[in-house]
Each structure stands twice: as C-alpha cells, then as structure tokens.
C-alpha cells in the first residue's frame, strides 16, 4: 500500500524544493510563471509546453522530436559522458549532448529534459544571475523537476495519453505497447499514468541480478507518494532491508 504524499506550503507539487532553491532561481520561477499567467512554475511549464506543441502542429501519437528541437533551433549530438545529457548554448543553436550508451528510450528523455531548460532560458534571459542554474539542474532540484515535467508534457502529451490510458483495462501488455507509441520507457508512462489518474500509485518490483545470482528484489515507487508497503505475497527477506527502514521512516506499513 502506498500512501499520498502531503503537501506543504508554496506551489502544491513542489512547494519543498522551491524553498530550497536559492533566491535567484525562486525570482525566476516566480517571473517564469507570470509570464505565462500561471500561479506556480509547474504550471507555466505545462502552459509552455502545450504551446510548443501547438506551434509544431502536433496532433496525435507521438510527437515528432525533429520538429520539436527545429522549433527551440536545438541540435543532438551522441557522447561519451558520465551524465545522461548536456545542455550547451552555441553561438546560434543550442546543442543538446546525450551519452551514446543509454538506450534510445532514455536518451529521447533527456532530449525532452534539456528542452525544458532551453524553455527556461529562453523566457528568463532577463534573469543572467540565474541562468547557470537554470541550464545545469543538479544545482536546482526544483529545476531538475520543471524540466522532467517538460519531457513528460513534450513527449507524452497529456490529452493523448489520457484517451489511450482510459480506453481499454491497462494490462502490462498494453501498457508496453502504449511506451513503444510515444518511444518511451514503461517507467516514463508509469509516471505519467500517475499523473493521468488522479489517486493512482505505482511499484515497480524488480529482481536484479549480480554475477548470476539473484538480489534482493528492488522497489521504485512511482508517483506523489510518502512510505510504502509490501505485496502480502512477498516476504520482508526478498528486500534490502534499506528499503524496509526507508518505507518505515516514511510512515509506511508492511504486511
């Protein structure tokens, strides 16, 4: 059993980390958000996106990542490096850097995250003192999740994700073959699902392997979630006992 994650203060989704951010970047997003009329960021990333997806002439299925990076006049180029992506802004293009090792899946995410920061940049270029936070997330974490937005907004647009989610029951078949439409990751579409349907929690239970033996099983909670509990098929031993103490000091309850 998963329970809901309470709010507290500041914009509903992320009132917490935009209280970490430092000053620059909080009177950034507050002008992100007014110049889309929105009341919080989130929002106003949301608002931004479905503009540029209208501006593409995007209409149903998944949506073109050529016309999308010719729109925000973006380029990627495949590398060797530690980081899934990086953002660099050339002298009249920006260039969207991906670690060639990562699966095509994974590499489309971050492509549609560093978009998120090119949004960022380009409505907030009146705000220098911020902009190297802006392009670089691990410095934000409050920007780390506006542009994860981003990717979800861009690449698995909200409406379309809705009919397809809600027409027929969700079995993990179907769920596979809505991820290959939009060229994304289950886990990407999971997220989504969350967000599609208000109340839905998901876990991914997941064995990983080792040199050929089999590890504790891993759990990744998916959606607003605080603690966690346990199949009641599933015994305590199958897991790390990390996640246990996680799932305790969260509220959670197992069974």
């Known amino acids: ?29 507050r002008t992100f958000a007014i110049a889309f009329d929105e009341s919080d960021p989130e929002a106003a990333m949301r608002q931004a996106c479905a503009r540029l997806l209208e501006r593409i002439g995007y209409q149903t299925g998944q949506p073109s990542m050529d016309d999308l990076l010719m729109a ?121 699902l969350t967000e599609v349907l208000p109340g839905t929690r998901v876990a991914l239970l997941r064995r990983r392997q080792a040199y050929g033996k089999a590890r504790p099983l891993d759990v990744r909670p998916l959606g607003r979630l605080s603690g966690m509990g346990l199949p009641e098929l599933i015994g305590e031993r199958a897991f790390d006992p990390r996640i246990i103490s996680r799932a305790v000091a969260g509220n959670g309850r197992t069974v």
Not at 134 to 146: A, D, M, P
Not at 151 to 165: G, N, Q, T, V, Y
Not at 169 to 176: D, G, S
């Open 72 to 192: 925000v006049e973006a380029r990627v180029t495949q590398s060797k490096m530690d980081e899934s992506g990086r953002l660099l802004a050339e002298i009249d293009y920006y260039d969207i850097k991906v670690r060639a090792s990562e699966p095509g899946t994974r590499q489309r995410f971050t492509i549609g995250h560093e978009v998120g920061h090119i949004i960022l940049l380009e409505t907030l270029v009146s705000h220098g003192d911020a902009l190297p936070e802006l392009v670089h997330s691990r410095t934000s974490r409050i920007v780390e999740r506006l542009c994860d937005v981003a990717a979800s907004e861009l690449l698995i647009p909200m409406e379309d994700f809705k009919c397809r989610a809600t027409a027929v029951p969700l079995t993990y078949e179907r769920l596979m073959a809505i991820a290959r439409s939009y060229g994304m990751s289950l886990d990407a579409i999971l997220v989504r």
């Open 1 to 29: 059993r998963l329970s809901p994650e309470p709010t507290t203060g500041g914009w509903a989704n992320g009132g917490r980390l935009a209280a970490q951010a430092s000053p620059r970047v909080q009177a950034a997003l």
